[in-house]
């Protein structure tokens, strides 16, 4: 979406702590009556986001680097060891011509 689409609003929360998104900013993401938000609150303020935007289910580190014992079982490698080898592997794929 063009910057030029973007709406700038300010919102008054109510006694109760509702807040009414503008039907612009509705009709831009296809949000609907039924749509559910989630509100992730960060340092930089929070963030608003419906679940169907997610393009991965929540995971936790462990279930991510724990799937990583099966190609891996060495000692942890050093940036300069990870850096050198991606080198490795984009002159080797530059030698035969893929980049």
């Given at each position: 979406?063009?910057?030029?689409?973007?709406?700038?609003?300010?919102?008054?929360?109510?006694?109760g702590g509702d807040v009414t998104l503008p039907?612009?900013?509705?009709?831009?993401h296809g949000w609907t009556a039924a749509t559910v938000l989630e509100i992730n609150d960060g340092?930089?303020?929070i963030m608003l986001q419906s679940q169907q935007?997610?393009?991965?289910?929540?995971?936790r580190a462990e279930d991510v680097f724990g799937m990583l014992g099966k190609y891996y079982s060495g000692p942890p490698k050093t940036i300069e060891e990870m850096n050198a080898g991606i080198e490795a592997e984009v002159l080797a794929r530059h030698a035969r011509g893929r980049y």
């Open positions: 979406m063009p910057d030029g689409d973007r709406v700038n609003v300010t919102l008054k929360m109510s006694g039907k612009a900013v509705c009709d831009r340092p930089g303020g935007a997610r393009l991965f289910p929540p995971t």
